[in-house]
């Protein structure tokens, strides 16, 4: 059986960091690091995973990038992530999370799984910016 291990991100994993998340510039990954709003999940202490997040309207965390290398998959290592992320922002005083992926993308099911429910969807008509409807879901952390 092999060891798992979620920690916060630390300087020292971009280059698993930046192979995973190509979205994430580079100043906003330390800004990740030194606010702790990062995490990479290990197994055997190889990171396979990660979550970042930030605060939507300053005070919703809104997990905006989970990704589990396709090597971890069916582990339930994105359901750890997810639960280590909800715990801490329980732990945090938030009464409230927030997810979003693309209405073409089967991370919805994912999250719904998790009890995540609906709460809209955006459309970006901008040229340059087009994608299918980003669905945003939102779960009480009671």
């Known amino acids: 059986m092999s060891a798992v291990r979620i920690r916060h991100a630390e300087v020292g994993d971009e280059a698993f960091w930046f192979r995973l998340d ?5 100043a906003e990954f330390y800004r990740k690091v030194r ?3 990062g995490y990479l999940l290990l197994e055997d202490e190889v ?3 990660l979550l970042r997040y930030n605060l939507f309207w300053d005070q919703i965390p809104f997990c905006t990038m989970l990704f589990v290398e396709r090597s ?3 582990k339930g ?3 750890a992530l997810m639960a280590r992320w909800e715990e801490d ?3 945090g005083g938030h009464h409230l ?3 979003s992926t693309q209405a073409d993308e089967t991370a919805q099911h994912f999250y719904r799984k998790l009890g995540y429910r609906d709460a809209g969807g955006l459309l ?3 040229p340059g910016f087009e994608q299918p409807v980003e669905l945003f879901l939102v779960k009480a952390l009671s």
């Open 47 to 49: 990171p396979v995973g």
């Open 97 to 99: 999370a927030m997810v």
């Open 35 to 37: 606010d702790r709003m």
């Open 124 to 126: 970006l008509p901008v």
């Open 22 to 26: 190509r979205h994430l510039p580079e």
């Open 72 to 74: 971890g998959r069916g």
């Open 77 to 79: 290592f994105g359901t």
């Open 89 to 91: 922002m329980r732990n």
